[in-house]
């Protein structure tokens, strides 16, 4: 029985880890101009400030940098693999907590489509988000706290409003929106909520019938730009 329990969590290690370097490896494919750039910015960072030490002990000399190069390019050529590795795993270890929220049963319920921001990207974290259409309106979810309750999401109705203030107003007031570089409401959701399969459909059917009720115009999309 002991034998048979050392071999189970034996191979569910093994296979936890084929499917890490299974993700990470899609992860890479997927992102793979983003890591090439910071790899090359790291290089150009780092590169330069090897000289330092050979400056202040030899000065400018030109022969001194020449045998310097190949040992500074190494150097920041391996400090830019280990930066870029790292961000590679904090971007990996940031999806994998927000695919963990968005499979319970609240999104789940939702038909709505998974997304990925953030690609191709130096300076921007790859992240995910959800996009679909709730009663002729379409919304956009977006996790901005996920690691534990309560977890924070913005909810962005896809609206035309820009020739509206009377309506922002009323759905600042009425519907906790916020305004800032675009119209969202922030919802802080618990476990509970996230576990039950009407909360979130049945918030964003009343967000779609108060639109309604206002005479807001959708923004002109289809399911099919979606994907």
Do not use: C
Request: no cysteine; glycine share 4%; net charge positive.
């Amino acid at each position: 029985m002991k034998k048979n329990s050392i071999y189970n969590r034996l191979v569910q290690f093994l296979s936890d880890q084929y499917r890490l370097v299974v993700d990470v490896w899609r992860l890479i494919v997927m992102d793979w101009p983003s890591l090439i750039k910071g790899y090359a910015l790291g290089v150009v960072i780092v590169f330069p400030l090897t000289f330092v030490p050979t400056l202040i002990k030899h000065g400018f000399k030109g022969y001194q940098f020449l045998v310097q190069a190949p040992y500074s390019f190494a150097f920041s050529s391996f400090i830019a693999v280990i930066s870029v590795f790292a961000a590679l795993l904090h971007n990996y270890n940031k999806l994998v907590d927000q695919q963990r929220v968005f499979k319970t049963p609240a999104f789940e319920a939702l038909p709505f489509e998974g997304m990925v921001s953030g690609l191709n990207s130096v300076i921007e974290d790859i992240s995910t988000f959800v996009m679909g259409e709730i009663d002729g309106y379409f919304y956009r979810i977006e996790l901005i706290s996920f690691i534990k309750a309560p977890y924070v999401i913005t909810v962005v109705p896809l609206i035309a409003v820009d020739n509206h203030p009377e309506v922002v107003k009323i759905l600042i007031h009425q519907e906790k929106f916020i305004l800032e570089r675009y119209l969202y409401q922030s919802l802080k959701l618990t476990h509970e909520q996230l576990n039950n399969t009407n909360y979130l459909i049945s918030h964003l059917k009343h967000l779609s019938k108060r639109l309604s009720a206002l005479d807001v115009a959708p923004l002109q999309l289809s399911s099919q730009s979606l994907k």
